[in-house]
């Protein structure tokens, strides 16, 4: 059975008091997680370690970074490795998310060399994928996640590919409050599963979470994650909201 996860992405945002207030919350709430259904933290690199303490009473809360270099170490002043990462403790790695690929040109093939190196650290990528709005308009969002799904990770074998979560997230519904309607998440999730079923086959495909990002309340978090094929959710500004995204993780 295919985890459900809800993770969120606090991106550059908080101070040290907030990350405390935040994470004390989550650790205080009544969360319904278990081993099937987790929550997930990615946090501001500087508060891996204080969100990893703070969580470590409930073993299905996990800290998550936000981003890693490709190299597994040396001079490349200010990067993060996944050799860091993993010394941590830390499991799980948002990549690929569309602000990375915007403002720091990550490309798909760039990815693929991060995705590969998390993989040897035994670190979970969390994927991101997902189109801009011309694309939307255009009708091609689905050749336009196929092309970054194979470019960035139809390269892996099925036992790796099996290891990683990928996030849909619509360039235009982040941060903007406008979300794809549960119908528009289903179909495109339904699309990256048969995808991912051609390449690798029924069971990988249906090994593999998929969650949806883009503008995930409180008030649409039920209605997006009831669709069979949503996994859950990452979750940008209203994860940054205790008692909204305990609510969220509760959906
Ligand atoms: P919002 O939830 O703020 O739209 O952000 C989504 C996102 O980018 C999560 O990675």
Redesign the pocket.
């Given at each position: 059975m295919r985890k459900q996860i809800v993770?969120a992405?606090w991106?550059m945002n908080g101070t040290l008091e907030q990350a405390n207030q935040l994470l004390d919350a989550f650790a205080a709430a009544a969360l319904l997680v278990d081993e099937n259904r987790i929550a997930v933290f990615?946090v501001p690199a500087p508060f891996l370690m204080l969100a990893k303490e703070k969580l470590s009473g409930n073993p299905y809360l996990f800290a998550a970074a936000q981003n890693a270099y490709s190299k597994k170490s040396g001079a490349y002043t200010g990067e993060i490795s996944v050799e860091i990462l993993q010394s941590l403790g830390i499991q799980y790695l948002?990549l690929g998310?569309?602000?990375r690929r915007e403002y720091f040109q990550e490309s798909n093939a760039f990815l693929a060399e991060k995705v590969n190196i998390a993989l040897a650290f035994g670190i979970c990528p969390i994927f991101?994928c997902g189109e801009p709005l011309e694309i939307r308009e255009a009708n091609t969002q689905n050749q336009f996640v196929a092309q970054q799904l194979k470019e960035s990770l139809f390269h892996l074998t099925p036992a790796e590919f099996s290891k990683i979560v990928i996030?849909y997230?619509p360039i235009w519904?982040?941060?903007?409050?406008k979300t794809a309607s549960s119908e528009q998440a289903q179909e495109i999730h339904q699309f990256i599963r048969a995808e991912i079923a051609t390449q690798y086959g029924e069971q990988v495909a249906n090994e593999v979470s998929i969650l949806y990002?883009?503008?995930?309340?409180a008030n649409n978090a039920k209605e997006l994650f009831s669709q069979p094929d949503v996994d859950g959710g990452?979750?940008?500004?209203?994860?940054l909201n205790a008692a909204e995204f305990i609510q969220i993780i509760n959906s």
């Open positions: 993770s992405n991106k990615a948002v998310h569309s602000e991101c996030a997230e519904a982040i941060g903007t409050g990002g883009g503008s995930v309340k990452l979750v940008g500004g209203a994860s």
